[in-house]
């Protein structure tokens, strides 16, 4: 093993809306509706795959949502990063493997304000490589976006494992010949026995 690729979301940094949902608005009916049209919405997927900026997708869940809650909707789809912090452990584990001689990676499904938020975590070129799916117009699972992260820093699958917080996204992984496991809140067990 030579490579670590994470995940962004819920691995590096926190992913939570319920944050953004409950500092912003009021009564857990709006909250629940909010929920629903735009972060469960075609225009958080459509945000992911770059066909959408923040400001477009406001324009597009707007419509189904009454107009009274128009300003805290805007208010979430621009602030919703407000969730984002550091993992507990995530940061010690880069510098572990850094130190230790493995190259690290960034793999993740984010729109275009990955870009705004992700220093909260460590400067850009801490990293040896970043793939975001708003770039490339492909979104995790597709096998198509690991064949992309691979031959951009000319990886071979096999000296590489993946971490991410979804097993589909390890599968896909997978299928592209990536080893991985899912983070389910401790780096030191997903290496133990690895000889890392």
Not at 95 to 113: E, H, R, T, W
Request: with cysteine.
């Amino acid at each position: 093993m030579k490579n670590v690729i994470f995940d962004m979301g819920n691995v590096l940094l926190t992913y939570d809306p319920e944050v953004c949902l409950n500092h912003i608005v009021e009564k857990e009916e709006d909250r629940a509706l909010i929920r629903r049209e735009l972060f469960e919405g075609p225009e958080w997927v459509q945000g992911d795959l770059g066909e959408l900026t923040d400001e477009e997708r406001f324009n597009g869940v707007s419509k189904r949502v009454p107009e009274r809650l128009h300003e805290e909707l805007r208010r979430c789809t621009v602030e919703w990063d407000m969730c984002m912090h550091p993992v507990k452990q995530a940061r010690e584990f880069c510098d572990y493997l850094k130190k230790s001689g493995f190259g690290i990676y960034v793999l993740s499904n984010a729109s275009s304000s990955f870009y705004r938020y992700f220093p909260r975590f460590a400067p850009f070129d801490y990293f040896d490589g970043i793939v975001v799916s708003c770039d490339v117009h492909i979104i995790k699972p597709d096998i198509r976006i690991y064949q992309h992260l691979l031959k951009k820093y000319n990886l071979r699958a096999d000296e590489c494992f993946f971490i991410d917080d979804l097993e589909a996204n390890i599968e896909g992984a997978r299928n592209a010949g990536i080893d991985g496991a899912v983070f389910e809140g401790d780096f030191w067990r997903l290496i133990d026995g690895k000889g890392w």
